[in-house]
Every structure is written in structure tokens, then in C-alpha cells.
């Protein structure tokens, strides 16, 4: 018995992995908000740790013995403008080092200030770190080796290519010091080069592998590419030659700069996006690995750290997979490690693409979101699919399916509403930046062939307008007649926000008359139903059927009117409001993650903050499976949202938190409208808010509260804020400033363009 007990307490101060005995625990690392472990990731969905500059990125495991570091391109896609496909794993890396028995001070991690994921551990007293980065500035992933004593570095390093049953393989060649991977999918030539620099020691190749032997340190690079251009006819533009080429010479000029010159520039990048929101919720910063860290959330024995670190993995995330083409984020965001991926890593338009987006204005990360509206673009205004969608439906315009490739290839249903939802976005980037040349030149012309879509598809009953043939996203029965509010309620969207943008631009006086009339014929998708809910289909039949106060599936197409659109707002008319409430209470607090989130900004919306941050306490549960699953969702260990793995919750989530410190979609600044009681004091700075404003809010339920804004447009700043009667505005030479009372709870003053303003004498309550 004692031998057992023995055993038992031997495997409790020991980690093992593939045969390395795991002692001595490092300390958490230095940097204020990172995901760590003391063990390397066993599966890459919930245990690997992504890094990316928004167009390339890898997953990082982190073993002592053996690194694998799978890599991804977001426009690797096999399919063509007629085939569907699916997004692919790029390749493998892996890192064979000498075998080791005793391992010390383990640690892996992701720091989301730098953008770095590093592993470190000790063996015989050397210690050894690995650093991992993807670089926007210079296009490639570099991974840097090092180490405490002279000579200790030594390992083998190969690339594995996924795609061996294709009819012709691609090749996998070394050269020099370099690894070089050709292939082609369908339609698409893709090319990688990993290029192995020794500090010291020898380096060698044989047999397919790069090899180095006692250096003091190493730099690999990674470059990769296809020959995928978003803009060309077919999609394709050049050849097999040329984007090799590119992708190598790419290698070779990272590859002659210093390490801490990549990284530098890597770092500043990576912080001018970062940086520009700070968020304090009191926390203190936590001491336990993250996988530890979650254990104890879920008990109820941390405080907001996870919380805060979890808000600004979705802006890291975010920066990692969205920049610099004009192509969305996936299903995945850019991390994929297999050739059919669930849903095949799509372009999933009934929800997902659009929450990838949700963060994208208010967390200051605007240009980022043209990667969505650039594409949104093209998609509809030069490419020919999105325009046969609409000729197929006996329209103009434009129009799309639920699945969509990088080809303009969709299928599976036509989910025609989405092309509304889709110029939500257009105009959001307009009202947040008040840049009009983009309003003229990209935004109102994909606007308005999505208003000509509508002009030529609704049907008229009884003298009002409806969507024919339509579906609530992804409940209910096909081809509704007689208005589905999904529909409703984004046309209505669309033709409110396009009136104005022609309004803006001075443009279009018929037209807009032709739109002001049709939005007074349309049902606007707001009705009340028997039990007090919003209705998600007018035929009361369908209604009763599919929407019960018990149905808690997972979509609120219904509530889009909510969040994220602005027609339902309880500062508007709370008949709806309340409505929307029970709506929402009927779905419940629990589901897949994407889902929690949507849920999570829906009840910031409605102004109740410790409902929002019930559901954020869902979001935070922990789960391992893989497999697709609609009724729970939570986080992996290395916080990605699932099951299965799913980026959009991550994304959402980011959003639905802020809207629960800063609304704007009234045309006012909603200050600390959703605050739950678990924080009463806090701090977000560099929000931004509709009429290009930046925000910083400060608050304390026992002290001083206050805002700060900045004025990009000088526009004027309207404030709502419950009983905001003794506040004090002034300018920041400390003059006062003279606003206008709209009402107890609403002031309103002019701005000067880049002129920043002090809002102090907040009487900040929990619920106010
Ligand atoms: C929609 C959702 C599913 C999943 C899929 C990718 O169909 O209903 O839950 O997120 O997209």
C-alpha cells in the first residue's frame, strides 16, 4: 500500500511526455497578459498556441524532444470558382532535438503584448529558449533558438506536406540551408521555404533535412505564399515560377537581417494595432498557468484577470487573422491543421464571417476590417458570382450562398438577407472613421446594388412589403412567405442606412426617394407575439411550431434588431425591448460558443450587465471535445472558443464585452450602460465609438468616474449617461466646456477635430 502511495505522490510532482520527466516549476512570465503551461500541447485544437499576421500564422506546440509547428496560409483553399473545396493545412514543421530524461522549469506560452509564443526549460543546467513570431512587416514566421551556455544548440529540422495523395505530390527539396515545398491544389500553386541560419556550431543537410550541430544559437524563417490574388479573373495570377520567386526571396531578405532587427520591427507593428486599447478591471495579475487559471475561474476563485486576458486574446487574435488582403477571416480565423476541416473552414455567412467582425470598429482595429469590406467589394462589384447570384434570383445586384470558398463559389442555401447584414459592416466602417472618400468610392455602390437586389425582390401583401421565399438562419423551414423578421429587419437596416449615405453624399435624390418610399411600405420585422416574445416568423403557424419559449436553439436571427443592429433599444421603446428579453430568456444561457456571445451582447444591449456577464461566465467554461456540438460551448485550454474549435465566439465575445462598457449605436455615447456588480471599478481606455470618437472611461462605485474623448471628426458629441446632470465637461486646457441638457440623462456639446475632452462628476451606479 505504501508503494502505491509512493507512486501515486511521485506522479503528482512529475509531468510526463513522450518519455521526458517534467520537474521544477517555472515561474509565470514576466509579461502582464500571457497564456501559459507548464507542459507542451498534446492536440492542436485545444492545446496549441496560435500565432499570424493576418494573412499567414502557425500553431505552436512546444515539445522538448520533437516541435511541431503546423503552418497555414488563409488562401490555401482547394476548390475553384465551381468546386467548393476547402481551406487546407499548409504544412508541418518539426524540430527533432537530442533525447532528454529530465526537463526543469518548463514553461510555453503566448504573450498577447508582443505577440510572441516562446517555450523555455532547463536540461543539465543550460537553459534553452525558443522564441515564435509572425511577421506583418517582413512577411514570415521566424522561430529563434537559443541558449544559456555556448554550443547547445543541436537539432534537425524538416517539413511534412499534407497533400502526398494528390495525384502529383508536391515536392519537398532541400537546398543549401534551406527546405524548399512546391505543390498544387485545383486551381492554386503554393510555395513555402524554410531557411536555417546557425550562430556558431556547423550546419548540414542530408536526406531532406537541415541539420545543426553545437551552435551557440539559430534563426529559421518561414516564408510562404500562393499564387490566390482575390482581384483577378479566376482568381489566380501568376505562375508556379513566379510565386516561387517571390516566396524565396521573401526568405532571403529576412533571412539577412538580425533577429532582434525582425523582431523589433515585428514588436513596434504589432503594438501600434495592439496598444491602442488598455482595459483594468482591478484584476491582479494572476500567478497560475492558464489551464490552472481556467480550473479556478470556473470555481469561482479568481477575479476579472482571465476575464481581461481572455477580452484582449480577441483583439490579438483578431490582428493575427485579419490584415493585409482582401480576404476575410474563416471559420478558423487562419489556423487549420487538416485537408477537410469542419465546415471546411469556410466563409460561413448566416453568422460567422459577420461576428469575426464585431470587435473590428469598437476595439480601435479599423482597418483591419477591411480586409471584410474590401472583399465585400470585390465580391459583389467585380467578381462575376455574387452578380449571376442575383440574376439567377430574377434580380440586380448582388447576392450570396450560407458556404462560400475564396472563388466565389457558394452553395448549400442562398442566404439572401446576408448581403444586408454584409453592408452593416460597409457602413459601420463609415460611421466609425467619417471617411466619406471610402463611403463614395467602396461602401455606397455595394450598398446600393444590395438596395437594387431588394427593389427588385420584395413582394407586396396587403400593402406591405415582405422578402419572399424566406429562412430564419438555421431554425425553422425553408421558403417562408409573408416575413421572416431575420429579413425584415436587415432590409430595413439596409435601406435606413443607404438613404443616409446618400444623404452624406450628396448624391442619388430619386433614388433615395425610391428607398424612403419602399422603407414605408416594408414590414420592419418588429411584432410582438403570444407569449410577450419577438416574433421570428409572421405565419403564426411556423411561429407556434418553431418558437417556443423552451426552443433554445442557438441563433437569434430574430434579435438581429438588437445586436448587432440598432433598430431595438430600450433608450428607444421599451415594448420592444422587453419583447427582445423574452425572446432571449426563452433561448437561454447555454450554448455553442459562438452562440454565448451573441447572447452576451444581446444583454448588453438590453442595459443588464450582470446578465451579460452570466453569459461571459459561460463563455469561460472549460471543454475538450472536438466534435461539433450545438447545446454547450466554452473555451480549451488555450482559450480558443468551440466545440469544435470555432473563432468567431473568440471574436464575439471581445465585442459583446465591450458593448457592456461603451455603446454608440444611437448616435450616442452610452457610458458603462451594461457594468455588472462583480466590477465596480475599473478602467478601458481607446474605444472607439460611431462618429469617430476615442473613448476612455473610468469608473468606481465608491469614487470619482469619469471620460475622456477624443474628437477625430469634430462633430458633435452627444453623452447619455443616467442622471448626468452634475457633470462637468472641459476641454483639455481645463476650460469649461457648455453642453446642452437633451434630458436628464443626455447632454450634448460641439468638438473641435483632434481635440480631446474630460467628461467628470459621474454619479456611476451598478445598472445605471
Ligand atoms: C452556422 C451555425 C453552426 C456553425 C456553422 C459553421 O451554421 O449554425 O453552429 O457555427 O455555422
Not at 466554452?634 to 470555432?646: I, R, T
Not at 462637468?728 to 475632452?757: M, P
Amino acid at each position: 500500500m505504501k508503494r502505491y502511495i509512493y507512486f501515486f505522490l511521485l506522479l503528482l510532482s512529475f509531468h510526463f511526455a513522450s518519455g521526458q520527466t517534467f520537474r521544477g516549476q517555472a515561474p509565470a512570465p514576466s509579461s502582464d497578459l500571457t497564456l501559459w503551461y507548464r507542459a507542451p500541447a498534446t492536440k492542436w485544437m485545444s492545446g496549441g498556441l496560435p500565432i499570424g499576421n493576418g494573412l499567414i500564422g502557425a500553431m505552436v506546440f512546444g515539445g522538448v524532444e520533437r516541435e511541431h509547428v503546423q503552418y497555414n496560409d488563409k488562401t490555401l483553399w482547394s476548390g475553384s470558382t465551381t468546386k467548393r473545396g476547402s481551406y487546407q493545412n499548409f504544412g508541418d514543421l518539426f524540430l527533432e532535438f537530442p533525447k532528454v530524461e529530465r526537463v526543469e522549469q518548463y514553461r510555453r506560452e503566448l504573450d498577447l503584448q508582443n505577440a510572441v509564443s516562446r517555450v523555455s526549460y532547463t536540461v543539465n543546467g543550460v537553459h534553452f529558449i525558443r522564441e515564435y513570431f509572425c511577421s506583418y512587416v517582413d512577411q514570415v514566421i521566424v522561430i529563434r533558438l537559443s541558449a544559456s551556455a555556448k554550443g547547445m544548440i543541436n537539432f534537425t529540422a524538416s517539413i511534412e506536406d499534407p497533400h502526398q495523395d494528390l495525384k502529383s505530390a508536391p515536392t519537398i527539396k532541400v537546398k543549401g540551408n534551406a527546405i524548399d515545398q512546391v505543390g498544387k491544389l485545383d486551381i492554386l500553386d503554393f510555395a513555402a521555404q524554410l531557411s536555417v541560419k546557425n550562430d556558431g556550431g556547423t550546419i548540414l543537410s542530408e536526406s531532406g533535412k537541415v541539420s545543426v550541430k553545437n551552435a551557440n544559437a539559430a534563426t529559421l524563417i518561414l516564408s510562404m505564399g500562393t499564387n490566390y490574388d482575390p482581384l483577378a479573373p479566376g482568381y489566380i495570377s501568376g505562375d508556379a515560377n513566379l510565386l516561387y520567386a517571390k516566396v524565396s526571396q521573401r526568405n532571403k531578405k529576412a533571412a539577412q537581417m538580425a533577429y532582434d532587427k525582425l523582431y523589433t520591427n515585428h514588436v513596434s507593428d504589432y503594438h501600434s494595432l495592439f496598444n491602442r486599447v488598455n482595459l483594468n478591471l482591478g484584476q491582479t495579475k494572476s500567478l497560475q498557468p492558464t489551464d490552472e487559471l481556467l480550473s479556478a475561474y470556473m470555481k469561482g476563485e479568481s477575479d476579472a484577470y482571465l476575464e481581461v486576458l481572455y477580452y484582449q486574446y480577441g483583439r490579438y487574435l483578431m490582428i493575427s487573422s485579419a490584415r493585409g488582403l482582401a480576404l476575410p477571416s474563416n471559420l478558423q480565423g487562419l489556423w487549420n491543421n487538416s485537408s477537410n476541416p469542419a465546415w471546411q473552414a469556410d466563409l460561413h455567412s448566416d453568422i460567422n464571417v459577420q461576428m469575426n467582425y464585431w470587435p473590428a470598429e469598437t476595439t480601435n482595429l479599423s482597418e483591419l476590417h477591411q480586409t471584410l469590406t474590401d472583399y465585400l467589394y470585390h465580391e459583389a462589384l467585380i467578381q462575376p458570382s455574387w452578380r449571376k447570384a442575383a440574376k439567377d434570383d430574377g434580380t440586380e445586384g448582388w447576392s450570396q450562398w450560407v458556404q462560400n470558398n475564396i472563388f466565389g463559389f457558394g452553395d448549400w442555401a442562398k442566404t439572401r438577407p446576408a448581403n444586408a447584414w454584409y453592408c452593416m459592416h460597409m457602413w459601420q466602417h463609415y460611421t466609425y472613421t467619417l471617411d466619406k472618400r471610402y463611403l463614395a468610392t467602396k461602401a455606397y455602390p455595394v450598398m446600393k446594388a444590395a438596395c437594387d437586389y431588394w427593389l427588385g425582390r420584395l413582394v407586396e401583401r396587403d400593402g406591405k412589403l415582405f422578402a419572399p421565399k424566406e429562412w430564419s438562419p438555421e431554425i425553422g423551414p425553408w421558403n417562408v412567405e409573408g416575413g421572416v423578421a431575420y429579413a425584415q429587419q436587415l432590409i430595413w437596416d439596409l435601406l435606413s442606412n443607404t438613404m443616409e449615405a446618400s444623404i452624406v453624399l450628396e448624391k442619388d435624390s430619386a433614388y433615395r426617394s425610391r428607398l424612403a418610399a419602399t422603407l414605408k411600405k416594408l414590414d420592419n420585422g418588429l411584432k410582438i407575439g403570444t407569449w410577450g416574445q419577438l416574433v421570428e416568423w409572421n405565419d403564426a403557424a411556423i411561429e407556434e411550431k418553431y418558437s417556443g419559449p423552451k426552443n433554445t436553439h442557438r441563433h437569434l436571427s430574430h434579435l438581429i434588431a438588437l445586436y448587432p443592429g440598432k433598430q431595438i433599444s430600450p433608450l428607444m421603446d421599451t415594448l420592444y425591448s422587453e419583447a427582445a428579453k423574452r425572446s432571449l430568456l426563452g433561448r437561454g444561457d447555454l450554448s455553442t460558443g459562438w452562440a454565448l456571445a451573441w447572447r452576451l451582447a444581446c444583454w448588453a444591449r438590453l442595459l443588464d450587465g450582470n446578465h451579460a456577464h452570466q453569459l461571459l461566465r459561460n463563455a469561460l467554461v472549460h471543454i475538450t471535445s472536438t466534435d461539433i456540438t450545438y447545446d454547450e460551448g466554452g473555451v480549451y485550454e488555450n482559450l480558443l472558443n468551440g466545440p469544435p474549435f470555432q473563432i468567431d465566439g473568440n471574436f464575439g465575445i471581445t465585442a459583446g464585452i465591450t458593448e457592456m462598457f461603451l455603446q454608440s449605436h444611437l448616435g450616442k455615447l452610452q457610458l458603462l450602460p451594461a457594468i455588472p456588480s462583480v466590477w465596480p471599478k475599473g478602467e478601458i481606455t481607446g474605444l472607439k465609438a460611431n462618429g469617430n470618437f476615442t473613448v476612455g472611461i473610468k469608473w468606481n462605485i465608491n469614487g470619482e468616474s469619469s471620460a475622456s474623448i477624443y474628437s477625430g471628426a469634430g462633430t458633435n458629441c452627444r453623452v447619455y449617461f443616467k442622471d448626468i446632470s452634475k457633470a462637468v465637461v472641459r476641454d483639455s486646457k481645463g476650460r469649461n466646456i457648455v453642453f446642452k441638457f437633451l434630458s436628464a440623462n443626455e447632454i450634448e456639446f460641439s468638438t473641435l477635430k483632434d481635440q480631446s475632452y474630460v467628461i467628470s462628476n459621474l454619479p456611476f451606479k451598478i445598472g445605471q
